[in-house]
Structure formats: structure tokens, C-alpha cells
């Protein structure tokens, strides 16, 4: 089977293109996280059921930065990824069903995470009021 001129170039910009990324994702690796540590960012999201857990009456005390723990909850009814956010031992709501497939399979194999508070909103919606940040360790 032979390539023409055309599907070669297609084919050379596509691999450019996938070799810049994968450049990115390196050079990402290799840049610790602004503790000093090595980490990376793999998720930013906004915090999943606020309004029905202790978000609420905790707002006040809880702060930009603060760490969280994220637990692995495999036999939730509800969700066989759910991946539980607490603060302080307190449960502040999950990972959002729509992104939680990933961290959840990471967590299962023995990997660790790191989360923390990333955003704190005053907003109406409670979806929006906390956003947090997990990360994964490098070595």
C-alpha cells in the first residue's frame, strides 16, 4: 500500500502536533507544584452535593488552600466512582459523577492524591461555591 504527498504531510503535522503535546505534558511533569514538592495538577472542579452535607454550616471556617482528603466510596448506590470530599473530617460533598471516572481509577490501583481548597464563591447556586484542585505526587 502506498502513502501519497497529502496523507504524508497530514500524517507529519499530526505527529508533530501529538510530539508538541506530549513535550507539554513532560515539561509539566517535570515543574513541582508551588509547595516546592512533586506533584502535578490533574483536576480543578467545582465540588458535587454542597447543599446537602456540612458545606454549609462550615463555610465560615473553611479557607482558600486548606487541604481536603478525597476518599474512594466503590459500593455508593449511587455511583460505583464516587470519590468523597471531606475537610477536616467533615464531608463536604464528591467529585462530580462526570469527572470522577479517572481519579477514582488511579485511587483504586494505589495511587495518592492530594486535594485542596481552590475557590470559595458566595454564589446562589451551590455548585459554584466551592472549587477545589486535586493533584497527583510525581515520584
Known sequence: ???DDND???WAQALAVALGALALVVAAAAVPAQSGEGKMLV???PLAGFQYYQGGRLWDEI???DPLTLAREPDN???SNAVRVEWQ???LGYVPRRENQAGARHMDSG???EARVSKLTQ???PRQRIEFEVFVRLV
Open 63 to 65: 479557607k482558600v488552600g
Open 77 to 79: 448506590p449511587h455511583d
Open 1 to 3: 500500500m502506498s502513502v
Open 89 to 91: 473530617g467533615h464531608k
Open 43 to 45: 483536576q480543578s472542579a
Open 111 to 113: 495511587g495518592k492524591v
Open 8 to 10: 504524508r504531510g497530514g
Open 123 to 125: 454564589h446562589r447556586n
